[in-house]
């Protein structure tokens, strides 16, 4: 079971290295990679003093072509593409290689586990965080995450699935899993593609995620210029009935709360 981390790294993250010493600490060795599109000696520095072999994607950075380079980049199997700014539980390797010793690997779409908001340097579960944790329940039933139904299901009130927590079969869906147009929900939007296929979402529900919240995150940009309640309602859209999606959208809109 081949399996690679690699780290998208932009700028002079002061997170980095803490992403970093949570995916080569794994308690099972795993590949560990980097790629950038916005090099620098910050970022080198970093991938040299731990050993990481760092990529250089050409060309002006976006999220789309930055991702899909990252889940390009190694010859595994399974690809989790991290996050900067996040932080990996050292089993988090350990506990997906259980989950998927006990799945048929051609029917593994991808696999995800639970996560929780880190924000100033403070781990919390806030009612979002427990509102998505209850969408994505029924994951944990294999008979229920083999339902492209359930698997929608799970995403049609809010995007229940955190991207970093992700882990995709790369055998399965093969290269650039990232087609979305979209520029904040390209996950969502991608979660939603892969809903569709025959397969499963495997679920590990132990938080072995942290997902960072802090100004420079992409979310709060997006909602700072409000192009996030664009993309939010245009993924309502794929779901519901317009009128269905404004009733959504009023309450769905005070989970950006979460980044005042």
Known sequence: MKHAFVICAYGKSKYLEQCVKSVVGQSIPTTVLMCTSTPSEYISGIATKYGIPLYVREGKNNIKDDWNYAYNLPDADYVTV????DVYH??????MQKKLRNSNK???IMYLTGYRPLKSGRVSFDINCLLRAFLRFPLRFKMLRKSSF?????????????????????????????????????????????????G????ESKCLTLYRIHDEATSKE???????ILE???????????????ILMKFYVKAYDTYS
Not at 90 to 95: F, L, P, S, T
């Open 82 to 85: 991290a996050h900067q700014d």
């Open 90 to 95: 050292k089993d988090y390797v350990k506990y």
């Open 106 to 108: 051609q029917d593994v």
């Open 150 to 198: 359930v698997r929608k299901c799970c995403l049609a009130f809010g995007n229940s699935i955190c991207c970093p927590t992700v882990t995709y079969n790369k055998s399965k869906l093969g290269q650039d899993v990232f087609t979305s147009d979209m520029s904040f929900n390209i996950d969502w939007d991608t979660f939603y593609k892969l809903a569709q296929y025959e």
């Open 200 to 203: 499963e979402f495997v679920y």
């Open 222 to 228: 997006f909602i700072d210029n409000h192009n996030r």
């Open 232 to 246: 939010d309602t245009e993924m309502f859209d794929k779901f519901w009935p317009k009128s269905i999606v404004g």
